[in-house]
């Protein structure tokens, strides 16, 4: 395709879309100039076009540096669809493949070469390259160079001489990742000190919010995904052995559920991968092994049944979900029973002392969040800097707002439970004493016989759980020293305050067990349709169900993700302006030139016919 001057046509022609979006055209504009950037934005923003347009609009090939096969693919089959010269120089590809890619290029037929930063630096690829005019180097996820971040790659640290043997080619790393102590390695070891920032806001405005308390995991969980059934998500765990027995139980449920994590044989692992990719309804239950790089844009939720180790991986491990902006929910259930437990994998590590210190501040960060009353996404941006005006109202504190009680008497009665017997246990055994429980544990320890045993039927178990919650979260309890989830009493004048009465306190309950049943699974839907028919009107199910037939069709005939051929968005576009001319269909989000002359009949057919 010749090199065009006009990034806005480029966008219509060959993505289909009408706008860029946010910062979008500023940076574009910035790197067809020549410059350098840093560029983060959360996932979903659109990162890709960041670069995909300047190497449409500048002269030779633009190198992207990616970490994953599967992303390369993906990306590369997407452009060929639009078509756009793409291709991609990694280890899955057959030598005639390779070849292949080595002519194309050579002939300065490529717009856009994908390759892993290992295959960047081996052999006389740098070389090659300079040989022919490149456009710019794109440094995908590029918080990879980040010994501070969570996803280090050895291999990254190299791409820093980029800049040396190309002073004169523009450089653009992105990332999602917010942490402003990644974002200064990132520019330091990539050598953008010179170059621009653009930073986005990190809000994902279509990703709503809600964390229950954990009562029974599994039972929550099956209750939360009825409302979600053929709809794609993750259920994040935190063990391989629960993530084999959850993936389980959904498929005993009737859901199409696949286990994902570190243990199994990476056969068993690529088919889940591919799985969960090709198909539009599959759900994987994994432990965070599952993720970098999952660039599936109609993920529609994320579950949490064990809490993630900081603010910082929920933030990403929710952002898989609705990248492609469309109504999508982030759900979590949580308790104090998994603090001890993430407290002892901080102390039993490798790590050195300053870094367990930091690893329990960031696990201290994400208590507050569970336990802070109000609106969560404020809560979650104020963590990366960002101030949200007013709440956000698309989150459980905002949509579900829990009326405070006084639950003096209750916390009196706690806080003597945990006195009469002995500071040192946990949650689960302080319940069962204030209920009147008849454990072995009671039996053996004698605590029938305590003057608080029984006393406490006012509440029920969840009530009981959330007020312990909610007082450590004051600091009238804290954990013990020795770890293993016992509870003691905070400071002592303070906690003496509540017990005589001269501190009421005033806390949000979870309503009781019989109301809780009756409401069911309030908040779950994800008003999917409500949000499309604001923007362009109601569409019909029969037609998005009809288009989608017809993709999966397309999708496998081609051996590609269905996304790959066109966006739920797209159809979803469709469906409701039901266009009836090929004009008309060249004026849908991601219908451009080409997929418009490869798919537009065939379209027009499908919305005629149905
Ligand atoms: P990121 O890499 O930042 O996570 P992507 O580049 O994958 O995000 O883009 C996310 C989604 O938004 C994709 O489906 C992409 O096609 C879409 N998108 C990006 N830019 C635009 C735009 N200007 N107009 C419409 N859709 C866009
Ligand atoms: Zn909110």
Redesign the pocket.
């Known amino acids: 395709m010749p090199k065009a001057a006009d990034p806005s046509q480029v966008?219509r022609e060959v993505?289909g879309?009408?706008?860029?979006?946010g910062p979008?055209a500023e940076i574009v504009e910035h790197v067809i100039g020549g410059g350098s950037a840093l560029v983060l934005?959360?996932?979903?923003?659109?990162?890709?076009?960041c670069y995909q347009m300047p190497a449409l609009c500048r002269p030779g090939t633009a190198v992207v540096v990616s970490p994953l096969i599967a992303l390369m693919q993906d990306q590369v089959e997407a452009l060929r669809q639009a078509g756009v010269r793409a291709a991609a120089l990694h280890s899955a590809l057959d030598p005639q493949e390779v070849a292949a890619t080595w002519r194309t290029l050579a002939s300065g037929g490529l717009d856009l070469l994908y390759v892993s930063p290992e295959r960047l630096l081996a052999g006389d690829l740098l070389e090659r390259l300079a040989e022919g005019e490149i456009a710019l180097f794109a440094i995908d996820e590029a918080h990879c160079v980040s010994q501070w971040g969570h996803d280090f790659r050895p291999e990254y640290i190299q791409l820093g001489v980029l800049a040396e043997r190309f002073p004169a080619v523009p450089r653009l790393a992105?990332t999602?990742t917010a942490d402003p102590r990644t974002r200064e390695e990132i520019r330091t070891r990539l050598k953008l000190a010179e170059g621009r920032v653009f930073l986005t806001s990190f809000d994902r405005p279509n990703i709503r919010y809600l964390l229950r308390d954990k009562d029974e995991p599994k039972t929550q969980l099956l209750r939360f995904l009825e409302d979600h059934r053929g709809e794609a998500g993750i259920v994040y765990a935190r063990s391989r052995s629960r993530v084999d027995r959850l993936a389980a139980d959904l498929r005993a449920a009737g859901f199409d559920a696949v286990a994902y994590h570190a243990g199994l044989e990476s056969g068993v692992r690529s088919a889940a991968l591919d799985r969960f990719r090709r198909e539009s309804g599959v759900v994987v239950v994994a432990t965070i092994a599952f993720g970098m790089g999952i660039?599936k844009?109609d993920v529609r939720f994320v579950a949490h049944v064990d809490l993630p180790k900081s603010l910082e991986a929920y933030y990403q491990e929710t952002g898989r979900a609705g990248?492609?902006?469309l109504p999508a929910l982030a759900w979590m259930v949580h308790g104090p029973g998994d603090v001890p437990q993430l407290r002892r994998f901080i102390d039993d590590s490798e790590a050195p002392a300053g870094q367990k210190q930091i690893e329990h501040g960031k696990l201290d960060a994400l208590i507050a969040f569970t336990e802070a009353p109000g609106c969560r996404r404020q809560v979650l941006l104020a963590h990366f800097g960002e101030q949200l005006a007013e709440p956000c109202g698309n989150c459980d504190g905002c949509l579900e707002p829990r009326a405070r009680s006084d639950v003096s008497v209750p916390a009196q009665k706690l806080l003597s439970a945990v006195w009469r017997t002995g500071q040192r246990f946990g949650a689960a055994h302080l319940v069962d004493v204030l209920l009147g429980a008849d454990t072995e544990r009671i039996r053996s320890l004698g605590h029938g016989q305590l003057s608080v045993y029984g006393i406490g039927g006012e509440l029920d178990r969840e009530q009981w759980r959330a007020l312990i919650r909610q007082l450590t979260a004051l600091g009238l309890l804290v954990p013990v020293p020795e770890g293993r989830g016992g509870l003691q009493w905070g400071p002592e004048e303070e906690v003496r305050a509540v017990l005589r009465g001269e501190r009421t306190l005033e806390l949000p309950l979870p309503p009781p067990r019989r109301e809780r049943r009756r409401s069911g699974s309030r908040g779950g839907a994800t008003g999917q349709g409500a949000a499309m028919a604001a923007e362009w009107g109601e569409a019909d199910p029969q037609v998005v169900a009809a288009l989608k037939a017809w993709r999966t069709d397309q999708a496998r005939q081609q051996a590609v993700p269905p996304y790959v051929v066109f966006?739920d968005?797209t159809l979803l576009e469709l469906a409701s302006r039901r266009p009836g001319s090929l004009a008309e269909l060249a004026e849908v989000?991601?219908i451009g030139a080409a997929k418009l002359e490869r798919y537009g009949t065939a379209l027009l057919a499908v919305l005629a016919g149905s």
């Open positions: 966008l993505f879309y009408p706008a860029f979006r979008q934005m959360p996932t979903g923003g659109g990162k890709s076009l992105l999602a660039d844009p990248r492609d902006g966006h968005r989000g991601g």
